[in-house]
């Protein structure tokens, strides 16, 4: 790829696609279907292909590991249909408040009342707000982080292991989030919106892709920043959030000038746990464990033991 074309790409893909995000969402008139069609999955294939083109970092491939990102990629894929269908039905579009529905909100006071603009913006930070709670406890309640550690258990960060999750997970960090959004009464399109928006955000983040985004660093959840999130060490797991002003304000921010990676992607502690096998990750938060006889002074944790509270 010629030298001007690269540093093209490199600065200006986030603002490329959040743009074309806008126009899409435009042009096919809020259609969800659409949207994933004709926009969120050729956007998917282009991060795929810019990952051979551009890559940020190279490593060999691990025994299992392709298998283990194509079978959660897989079954992730088929459960979305079923998550898409859960949001549309248990809280029903047309009357997604309940607390409007029980009178606790005013429906003058509901997002819906505010331009797209505004609903947009309110709605990706109440969202974001919920993903960022959600996120941190995520990495704080032992349960909770033996369904999210599938998530950060290969040991690079790239877009064909940004699905590697834990359906429970995604109950408590994607489900949980949506269900406070549509408590604000946005509108069915505000709803579509963020949620495009939100997916163009989302899929950078795990982009094996040597973009540069200079300042935007330190307002959205870059590949840059979450690779940081997927450090082995805990001083460096920091950046829960998909927009950052969460992690400025709750002291959780981490982005250092000196490097640009972290030295080791994954597990902190990977003891007994299966890195490269879907199913047994999907299995282990299950498993009963004999009881471990108590660790000597500055042993290392076992695996699937949680990453301590972040420091601030
Ligand atoms: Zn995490
Ligand atoms: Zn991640």
């Known amino acids: 790829m010629p030298r001007i074309m690269r540093t093209l790409v490199s600065r200006g893909f986030l603002y490329f696609f959040v743009l074309l995000a806008v126009i899409a969402i435009a042009a096919f008139d809020y259609d969800s279907s659409r949207l994933f069609l004709w926009f969120l999955l050729p956007y998917y294939a282009i991060g795929l292909l810019l990952q051979f083109v551009m890559p940020k970092h190279q490593q060999p491939l691990e025994s299992n590991e392709l298998a283990t990102d194509l079978v959660s990629n897989a079954f992730m894929f088929l459960l979305s249909g079923v998550q898409n269908l859960m949001v549309t039905l248990l809280f029903g579009l047309a009357s997604s408040s309940l607390l409007i529905h029980f009178g606790l909100l005013a429906p003058s006071f509901g997002l819906s009342n505010l331009p797209m603009w505004a609903q947009v913006i309110c709605g990706l930070l109440i969202f974001d707000f919920m993903f960022y709670t959600t996120h941190r406890l995520a990495h704080t309640i032992p349960f909770l982080w033996k369904l999210h550690s599938v998530h950060h258990s290969a040991h690079r960060v790239t877009l064909m292991n940004a699905y ?28 579509v919106a963020v949620a495009v928006i939100g997916s163009v955000l989302a899929t950078i983040t795990h982009l094996n892709v040597d973009l540069r985004h200079g300042a935007l660093n330190y307002l959205i959840g870059t590949n840059e920043v979450h690779r940081w999130h997927h450090s082995t060490r805990y001083r460096e797991a920091k950046n829960f959030g998909g927009i950052m002003i969460w992690d400025h304000l709750f002291g959780t921010f981490y982005l250092p000038k000196d490097r640009d990676m972290p030295d080791r992607i994954g597990l902190s502690h990977e003891g007994d746990y299966p890195v490269h096998h879907y199913w047994q990750q999907l299995l282990y938060p299950f498993r009963r464990r004999r009881p471990e006889p108590a660790p000597p002074p500055h042993a290392t944790p076992a695996a699937g033991s949680p990453e301590p509270v972040v420091s601030k």
């Open 164 to 191: 590697r999750v834990h359906p429970l997970d995604v109950v408590v960090r994607r489900f949980i989030p949506v269900f406070v959004l549509l408590q604000s009464g946005i509108s069915q399109e505000g709803f």
